[in-house]
T-cell receptor, first 116, second 112 residues
Framework: DADVTQTPRNRITKTGKRIMLECSQT?????MYWYRQDPGLGLQLIYY???????NKGEISDGYSVSRQAQAKFSLSLESAIPNQTALYFC???????????????FGPGTRLTVL | AQSVTQLDSQVPVFEEAPVELRCNYS??????LFWYVQYPNQGLQLLLK??????LVKGINGFEAEFNKSQTSFHLRKPSVHISDTAEYFC??????????FGTGTRLTIIP
């Protein structure tokens, strides 16, 4: 079973619609992240959360919001989707006190979002 | 600004030939260094990481990387590639701010 799951895996929506992408993890990690991936740009950090009461903006948070409902759940919302938000979205988790040290991030399988 | 550079966006290599994927980063502060691999239609998987100690790090699938502090580099190598190594490879750096900065990725294509 996957440790980090994302739903939905694929979504097509229209401009102006509200969209929520969900992430769940069974790794027991406090830290969770949302990234978007665009071809040729690598991964860009949207939001991150170091625990349930901690939410931080990343490099490209405009047009996005998040909710950390529990240690295991971190949702990303697009309040009013626009075409340039078409991308692959990844959730990740990490544990800075994990084996071997460092803050290794573990990624979900991704959600492919298309905004028409 | 802190940045991670992967100069080669695409690298074609013949099967069983060696490969090196380059990664350079901007800062000389203490860093943690990572290589991730993304197979088609999948998420990112950790290949290897450098936290401290020996500058030569071995990872999964026969890959290794060498940390060079003076050149601020962390190049990924494999002595003999296979078709199954076809994927996109991302270098990532923690500059001590508890976040990862990713390079733009290198697409490795193996030629039979």
């Amino acid at each position: 079973d996957a440790d980090v799951t994302q739903t939905p895996r694929n979504r097509i929506t229209k401009t102006g619609k509200r969209i929520m992408l969900e992430c769940s993890q069974t790794k027991g990690h406090d830290r969770m992240y949302w990234y978007r991936q665009d071809p040729g740009l690598g991964l860009q950090l949207i939001y991150y959360s170091f625990d349930v009461k901690d939410i931080n903006k990343g490099e490209i948070s405009d047009g996005y919001s998040v909710s950390r409902q529990a240690q295991a759940k971190f949702s990303l919302s697009l309040e009013s989707a626009i075409p340039n938000q078409t991308a692959l979205y990844f959730c990740a988790t990490s544990d800075p006190l994990g084996a071997g040290g460092g803050d290794t991030q573990y990624f979900g399988p991704g959600t492919r979002l298309t905004v028409l | 600004a802190q940045s991670v550079t992967q100069l080669d966006s695409q690298v074609p290599v013949f099967e069983e030939a060696p490969v090196e994927l380059r990664c350079n980063y901007s800062s000389s502060v203490s860093v943690y260094l990572f290589w991730y691999v993304q197979y088609p239609n999948q998420g990112l998987q950790l290949l290897l990481k450098y936290l401290s100690g020996s500058t030569l790090v071995k990872g999964i699938n026969g890959f290794e990387a060498e940390f060079n502090k003076s050149q601020t580099s962390f190049h990924l190598r494999k002595p003999s590639v296979h078709i199954s190594d076809t994927a996109e490879y991302f270098c990532a750096v923690d500059f001590g701010n508890e976040k990862l900065t990713f390079g733009t990725g290198t697409r490795l294509t193996i030629i039979p």
